[in-house]
T-cell receptor
Framework: TQLLEQSPQFLSIQEGENLTVYCNSS?????LQWYRQEPGEGPVLLVT?????EVKKLKRLTFQFGDARKDSSLHITAAQPGDTGLYLC??????????FGPGTRLSVLP | EADIYQTPRYLVIGTGKKITLECSQT?????MYWYQQDPGMELHLIHY???????EKGDLSSESTVSRIRTEHFPLTLESARPSHTSQYLC??????????????FGPGTRLTVL
């Protein structure tokens, strides 16, 4: 069974700080997605990474897929209150359903 | 932006009622999913479909049922709602033809409360 772990589980920081959250597995994924979810809403896709070592940037967010395609990180530069939410990673591989991590709940205080 | 819709967004009903949660997508995706998520908790897959006339049970046992008569429509039905069914239900779709590099897109969810 494929499992995804995310760390930290909770993170509370001040506006303007940088942070990194992690998504780890012992399994290899053919692609991995990051989502942000706000209370009472569905997860919103941030990025999909498919190549080992790939780095993608989305404004102040930087996503990296591990070389072995087993792990990923999300780095946020100069966090803002609007970044507050639950960050979920999800992995998939050929013929399999998506596997979701438990999420990192981020709170950015003004 | 994902074109996947869920109705109703919020539903409060009494025990024993039959309900149907609607989900539709306009992206032409073959694969669709239903997840159950309690507040602040993980997503649990309860049903999925590879395409028309295909339905499969997910990892989490659920008393709900689904149907897939049209590609764009994947409704979820509870024949007799109970308080234990209170949760958020999320619908998603993905392009299965892209194999392991596909991406799931989610609807806004239906928050169900059974009294």
């Amino acid at each position: 069974t494929q499992l995804l772990e995310q760390s930290p589980q909770f993170l509370s920081i001040q506006e303007g700080e940088n942070l990194t959250v992690y998504c780890n597995s012992s399994s290899v994924f053919s692609s991995l997605q990051w989502y942000r979810q706000e209370p009472g809403e569905g997860p919103v896709l941030l990025v999909t990474v498919v190549t080992g070592g790939e780095v993608k940037k989305l404004k102040r967010l930087t996503f990296q897929f591990g070389d072995a395609r087993k792990d990923s990180s999300l780095h946020i530069t100069a966090a803002q209150p609007g970044d507050t939410g639950l960050y979920l990673c999800a992995g998939t591989t050929y013929g399999q359903n998506f596997v979701f991590g438990p999420g990192t709940r981020l709170s950015v205080l003004p | 932006e994902a074109d996947i819709y869920q109705t109703p967004r919020y539903l409060v009903i009494g025990t024993g009622k039959k309900i149907t949660l609607e989900c539709s997508q306009t992206m032409g995706h073959d694969k669709m999913y239903w997840y159950q998520q309690d507040p602040g908790m993980e997503l649990h897959l309860i049903h999925y479909s590879y395409g028309v006339n295909s339905t499969e049970k997910g990892d989490l046992s659920s008393e709900s049922t689904v149907s897939r008569i049209r590609t764009e429509h994947f409704p979820l039905t509870l024949e007799s709602a109970r308080p234990s069914h209170t949760s958020q239900y999320l619908c998603a779709s993905s392009d299965a033809s892209r194999g392991g590099t596909d991406t799931q897109y989610f609807g806004p969810g239906t928050r169900l409360t059974v009294l």
